[in-house]
């Protein structure tokens, strides 16, 4: 898969930029706050529809104006295409359009067409940061080459929101438990077939995981990666399969908990409280690895991505790289390096251009106030 143009309209500081992209390494550098990561939140935002770095899009339009647009040509195993987004305001209401080859689309038509991994400093938290980041970073692994998987995310985070709406007025206005049964019928089927599938790519992740660390670290380390699962007594569960979890699982759970989640106002079990944990030799390495071991892991996790989307589609995806290369060592970053080169388009920001050094048919672009110049 490979980026050939890219164009944006008030997309955050930059009035209107195109850039055409012939190079599998791009290299943005320049000194904070001039716009070089805006360019890769752009890719990100053409690819996904959404930042990685706000939750309210409207944060992504340039100061002053109410419409942006983001455009990306690229080509991929079934030819070439061309993706648009659209974000404006239209008497009053904010509205979001997305094109691929010329035909206006739904999100979940759009998601997955370009693939992305990102790669940020906060990713290098991926050991022993909250699991809310984990879940977020295996669950668009998945869903870009798992369309099912990604619908199925969208259906139970409308069916947690409801029935979190429905514990909050059981608890502060009373009524009859019995409104819960078809929003829990519908949570179990979604969180048992979500898990599921969380579980299966596990299974594929870990392999990777474990061959990729094994080839960035000379130690004769073992990484595995498990999946935890937080039943109602607080004790974590460890399912090796998918066949392992049934829908009594979740049903029993729900029963069990049904008072306490009344009082809390809202649902303490399922995909959206689960974790993975990360064993070095058979131990935590939230817990006993070093600060190295971790960000080897991470970074092996980061690789694995890209690699788990080769295996399931057939080409890589894009690399996103923002800002993390001053963030690894020299050893981890020419591993990096090793891994992607003229294999991977790659998109970097760095402040210091030193930092990458020229490999074939690199493009350097330097960026100042918006303005990009290759150079």
């Given at each position: 898969?490979?980026?050939?143009?890219?164009?944006?309209?008030n997309?955050?500081?930059?009035?209107?930029?195109?850039?055409?992209?012939?190079?599998?390494?791009?290299?943005?550098?320049?000194?904070?706050a001039?716009?070089?990561?805006?360019?890769l939140?752009?890719?990100?935002?053409?690819a996904?529809?959404?930042?990685?770095?706000?939750?309210?899009?409207?944060?992504?339009?340039?100061?002053?104006?109410?419409?942006?647009?983001?455009?990306?040509?690229f080509?991929?195993?079934?030819?070439?295409?061309?993706?648009?987004?659209?974000?404006?305001r239209?008497?009053?209401?904010?509205?979001?359009?997305?094109w691929?080859?010329?035909?206006?689309?739904?999100p979940?038509e759009?998601?997955?067409?370009?693939?992305?991994?990102?790669?940020?400093?906060?990713?290098?938290?991926?050991?022993?940061?909250?699991p809310?980041l984990?879940?977020?970073?295996?669950d668009?692994?998945?869903?870009?080459?798992?369309?099912?998987?990604?619908d199925?995310?969208?259906?139970?985070n409308?069916?947690?929101?409801?029935?979190?709406?429905?514990?909050?007025?059981?608890?502060?206005?009373?009524?009859?438990?019995?409104?819960?049964?078809?929003?829990?019928?519908?949570?179990?089927?979604?969180?048992?077939?979500?898990?599921k599938?969380?579980?299966?790519?596990?299974?594929?992740?870990?392999?990777?995981?474990?061959?990729?660390?094994?080839?960035?670290?000379?130690?004769?380390?073992?990484?595995?990666?498990r999946?935890e699962?937080?039943?109602?007594?607080?004790?974590?569960?460890?399912?090796?399969s998918?066949?392992?979890?049934?829908?009594?699982?979740?049903?029993?759970?729900?029963?069990?908990?049904?008072?306490?989640?009344i009082?809390?106002?809202?649902?303490?079990?399922?995909?959206h409280?689960d974790?993975?944990?990360?064993?070095?030799?058979?131990?935590?390495?939230?817990?006993?690895?070093?600060?190295?071991?971790?960000?080897?892991?991470?970074?092996?996790l980061?690789?694995s991505?890209?690699?788990?989307?080769?295996?399931e589609?057939?080409?890589?995806?894009?690399?996103?790289?923002?800002?993390?290369?001053?963030?690894?060592?020299?050893?981890?970053?020419?591993?990096?390096?090793?891994?992607?080169?003229?294999?991977v388009?790659?998109?970097?920001?760095?402040?210091?251009?030193?930092?990458?050094?020229?490999?074939?048919?690199?493009?350097?672009?330097?960026?100042?106030?918006?303005?990009i110049?290759?150079?």
């Open positions: 898969m490979k980026i050939s143009g890219l164009y944006a309209v997309f955050r500081n930059y009035t209107q930029c195109q850039l055409k992209l012939a190079s599998m390494i791009n290299v943005f550098y320049g000194k904070n001039q716009g070089k990561t805006n360019i939140e752009a890719i990100f935002y053409g996904f529809g959404l930042s990685h770095r706000t939750s309210t899009e409207e944060d992504l339009l340039k100061l002053g104006t109410d419409a942006m647009a983001v455009g990306i040509e080509a991929s195993f079934s030819g070439t295409h061309e993706v648009k987004l659209k974000k404006y239209q008497q009053q209401k904010w509205k979001k359009e997305i691929l080859d010329g035909a206006k689309v739904r979940k759009h998601y997955g067409a370009l693939n992305t991994v990102m790669f940020s400093p906060e990713d290098l938290q991926l050991v022993k940061g909250e809310a984990r879940r977020r970073f295996f668009m692994q998945i869903s870009q080459t798992d369309p099912i998987y990604y199925l995310l969208v259906k139970y409308r069916v947690l929101l409801q029935r979190n709406r429905l514990l909050k007025e059981l608890r502060d206005e009373g009524g009859r438990q019995e409104i819960l049964q078809p929003w829990n019928q519908e949570f179990i089927k979604l969180a048992t077939a979500i898990t599938k969380r579980l299966q790519a596990l299974a594929k992740l870990e392999a990777i995981a474990s061959e990729i660390y094994a080839s960035i670290t000379s130690n004769q380390e073992e990484l595995k990666v999946y699962l937080k039943a109602n007594n607080g004790e974590l569960l460890y399912p090796a998918a066949e392992e979890l049934t829908e009594s699982f979740y049903a029993k759970a729900l029963v069990e908990r049904e008072r306490i989640d009082l809390r106002g809202n649902t303490g079990i399922g995909p409280r974790d993975l944990q990360l064993l070095l030799n058979g131990l935590s390495l939230r817990s006993f690895g070093s600060q190295g071991q971790q960000r080897s892991s991470a970074l092996a980061k690789l991505q890209l690699e788990y989307v080769r295996r589609i057939g080409e890589f995806p894009i690399l996103l790289l923002d800002d993390v290369m001053s963030e690894l060592d020299d050893s981890r970053r020419a591993q990096l390096l090793l891994f992607i080169d003229g294999r388009q790659t998109f970097i920001t760095v402040n210091d251009r030193e930092l990458i050094p020229d490999l074939v048919g690199n493009a350097y672009f330097r960026i100042e106030n918006g303005v110049n290759e150079a």
